[in-house]
């Protein structure tokens, strides 16, 4: 009798079962009994057939307790090149792709509905055009372990997500086209604010989240007039603040939607007609098209969802008032152009009449472009991470806490590459294939602290964590993650100053 009573007690302290707007959930244990992983819950209707290229649409409701044990496919992409060393590091195995990619995951701590959990809603990167929110490096348990419920997604990628047209622009009630990717990131963060109660969270404090491509759809989010009120607070991994690098600057609508040549990009004459071939023949006709520009590849300024370019967004303080964390990795990588020509071309889009003192600050004396391109990454980032918060704090906002992690990871001689930080916010190393040490589990143990701190109340600070204060001018401090852990001096240089000013139009 005692240990039956005692299985129901248990029973009943473990929200496995949710009901939502469109009908009942079941979810499963985590590794971590005490906690609830919901897999694959629909946030919209598929984007198929007629919906392709169209903005989201409600979710069917459905009868019974739909069974959330499993993720869904990922959104059609290209993936990251067989024996690439992402596909090593993040992506070892093959997963479905279908078009059908609408889903959402959840892992809460909550036993009941009541308990007003702080929420991470987490975007994945991948440059606009891979990625997943079910990756083996995503995983909330951890944070469900600190008391934070974690959301990943899905979004539409690459040409399902970013597609321009006139005529897609002349079916829209709005005269717009593009951006359903960022669409979708808001329609599904719109049913998190009307569903989490659900699950235990507080729909009230929301922190939106991500990396690389993530990161700057976030700093999309919070630069849209469509999320006003439903973001807390923000955290930008490699690809947060103004303008993070030449080549990924948003470009107008109209300065890009008469470019595109639908017979020679994809083999039709209509949108019509594209929307009649598979998603699998149409990914196919865009990889194709590589490693060109034929068609649109990363969010617009549409006068909607982008009202206007977001760095003038910052600078018009029409971004959302809230703390941010943000940073960068040491060794985040080159810049996408790889020769000396193309670079120079670039810098001149960028810097206009400024550019030939920028191009001697990169490649002169010593530090040729061969040199120079290694640290180009990290540097640009930087500069648009200190830009950033010096703009907030010269509109009296914020705070804005800054990190630099510099942890070179054990295994190979990569270092802290771009997306390594991943490991350690999620603490997922048993799905890595990495030889961890102590001192990478202590780092993980503080990244994960430090984040959930942040969602809880938009202050990272914590027992047992050193001191991390915000990035001012007075103090140009920022964290260093890596083997110390502490605050540091700002690693600037010339070209980081150079560029950090000119985003803020000194």
């Known amino acids: 009798m005692f240990a039956a009573a005692l299985l129901q007690e248990r029973k009943e302290n473990q929200m496995r079962e949710v009901t939502v707007e469109n009908g009942k959930l079941s979810g499963i244990p985590c590794g971590w009994p005490s906690i609830t992983a919901f897999y694959g819950i629909p946030y919209a209707a598929p984007p198929v057939g007629g919906l392709r290229w169209r903005p989201p649409q409600p979710a069917a409701d459905w009868e019974g307790v739909r069974d959330c044990a499993r993720a869904s496919a990922k959104c059609p ?18 997963e479905s792709m279908d078009e059908d990619c609408l889903y ?36 909330g348990e951890h944070f469900a372990r600190q008391d934070v419920i974690l959301v990943t997604i899905n979004y539409r990628l690459n040409v399902f997500g970013w597609m321009v047209h006139p005529e897609l622009s002349a079916e829209s009630e709005r005269g ?30 929301i922190t939106v989240a991500g990396q690389s491509a993530g990161a700057m759809s976030v700093h999309a989010l919070i ?59 149409l990914l196919d006709r865009w990889r194709r098209t590589m490693p060109g520009q034929a068609l ?36 985040e990588g080159l810049i996408s152009l790889r020769d000396q020509a193309g670079f120079e071309e670039l810098m001149h889009r960028e810097f206009g009449a400024d550019a030939e003192e920028f191009i001697k600050l990169a490649v002169s004396g010593d530090l040729d472009y ?47 590459f771009h997306a390594a930080d991943l490991w350690y916010v999620f603490k997922t190393f048993m799905r890595s294939w990495r030889p961890w040490t102590g001192a990478d589990y202590e780092l993980a143990s503080a990244c ?59």
């Open 176 to 205: 717009i086209s593009g951006n359903y990717g960022l669409l979708d990131q808001i329609y599904a963060l719109k049913w998190v604010r009307r569903n989490i109660t659900g699950f235990g969270g507080d729909p009230d404090n």
């Open 370 to 416: 061969d040199a120079y391109k290694g640290k180009s990454f990290m540097e640009f980032m930087l500069a648009s991470c200190l830009a950033w918060a010096e703009l907030l704090e010269s509109h009296g906002k914020g705070p804005v806490y800054l990190y630099y992690l510099d942890r070179k990871l054990p295994g190979d001689e990569m270092g802290a």
């Open 296 to 331: 649109q590849r990363t969010p617009v300024v549409d006068g909607y969802v982008l009202p206007k370019g977001i760095d003038e967004i910052g600078h018009d303080q029409e971004y959302h008032d809230i703390p941010y964390l943000m940073g960068v990795t040491a060794d």
């Open 448 to 506: 994960n602290t430090y984040w959930a701190n942040f969602a809880k109340t938009g202050n990272p600070n914590g027992e047992r964590l050193p001191e991390w204060t915000p990035y001012t001018k007075e103090h140009p401090k920022l964290m260093e993650l890596g083997e110390r852990i502490g605050m540091m001096n700002t690693p600037g240089n010339p070209r980081v100053d150079f560029r950090k000013k000119f985003l803020l139009r000194e």
């Open 77 to 94: 992409q290209l993936g990251v090149g067989p024996g690439s060393f992402y596909e090593k590091e993040f992506y070892p195995y093959e």
């Open 223 to 281: 630069s849209s007039p469509l999320t006003r009120g439903d973001i807390c607070k923000a955290i930008l991994q490699s690809g947060g603040g103004m303008t993070t690098l030449p080549d990924m600057r948003c470009p107008k609508l109209s300065e890009v939607e008469n470019t595109i040549d639908l017979p020679s990009a994809l083999g039709v004459n209509s949108i019509a007609e594209a929307r009649e071939l598979s998603w699998q023949e």
């Open 104 to 139: 959402l995951n959840v892992w809460t701590p909550a036993r009941k509905p009541e308990e007003k959990l702080p929420v991470i809603f987490w975007v994945h990167g991948g440059a606009f055009m891979t990625g997943y929110g079910h990756s083996a490096h995503f995983d």
